[in-house]
């Protein structure tokens, strides 16, 4: 079955500190894997998008790596600030052939960033 | 450049209505997806329609219907209410390579 699973489920930061986020996933035959950020009602917003030859790719603050090998993903946070305070959702696309791709989504990391 | 633009933003039906989403994809995007999002839960894949056709469908009960236009728009619409429908549900539209997503329905059955 085609899985993404995400941790920590929640996660309280100081203002200005780093933080880690991970992803691993089952999903075959592979695609791409995309990083979003959702504000609490509102549709995801794209951070990174990585395919099967990409290790990493940074977006200002936010640096997403990919181990197709080991299935995981990451994304880094650096300098936290109170606006990243959101739901951070790992997606992995399935390419189901042609123009049909299918999206994977975990459940999403929590992220509070505190004064 | 217009993003993805869902109508309306927020709804309240009673249990048993009918309700009909809209959703208005990129200019250029042919590609319409559909999801449904419970309050602290990742979104999970309802429908999508790439040239008007249904190319993919979740797991959702036939009360749950989609369809696309010519402009490639589309409407989700969702027969005989329940509360646990109550949902912020996406559209999101893409090309082969990206997806964005509009700001969702937020759909609350009472």
């Known amino acids: 079955k085609n899985q993404v699973e995400q941790s920590p489920q929640s996660l309280i930061i100081l203002e200005g500190k780093n933080c880690t986020l991970q992803?691993?996933?089952?999903?075959?035959?592979?695609?791409?894997l995309r990083w979003y950020k959702q504000d609490t009602g509102r549709g995801p917003v794209s951070l990174t998008i990585?395919?099967?030859?990409?290790n990493t790719k940074s977006n200002g603050r936010y640096t997403a790596t990919l181990d197709a090998d080991t299935k995981q993903s990451s994304l880094h946070i650096t300098a936290s600030q109170l606006s990243d305070s959101a739901s951070y959702i790992c997606?992995?696309?399935?390419?189901?052939?042609?123009?049909?791709?299918?999206?994977?989504f975990g459940k999403g990391t929590l992220l509070t960033v505190n004064p | 450049d217009a993003g993805v633009t869902q109508s309306p933003t927020h709804l309240i039906k009673t249990r048993g209505q009918q309700v009909t989403l809209r959703c208005s994809p990129i200019?250029?995007?042919?590609?319409v997806s559909w999801y449904q999002q419970v309050l602290g839960q990742g979104p999970q894949f309802i429908f999508q329609?790439?040239?008007?056709?249904?190319?993919g469908r979740g797991n959702f009960p036939d009360r749950f219907s989609a369809r696309q236009f010519p402009n490639y728009s589309s409407e989700l619409n969702v027969n005989a209410l329940l509360l646990g429908d109550s949902a912020l549900y996406l559209c999101?539209?893409?090309?082969?390579?990206?997806?964005?997503f509009g700001s969702g329905t937020r759909l609350t059955v009472v």
């Open positions: 999101a539209s893409s090309t082969n390579y990206g997806y964005t």
């Open positions: 992803c691993n996933y089952t999903v075959s035959p592979f695609s791409n």
């Open positions: 990585m395919t099967f030859s990409e």
């Open positions: 997606v992995v696309s399935l390419n189901s052939g042609g123009s049909n791709y299918k999206l994977t």
């Open positions: 200019s250029g995007h042919k590609s």
């Open positions: 329609y790439y040239e008007k056709e249904e190319r």
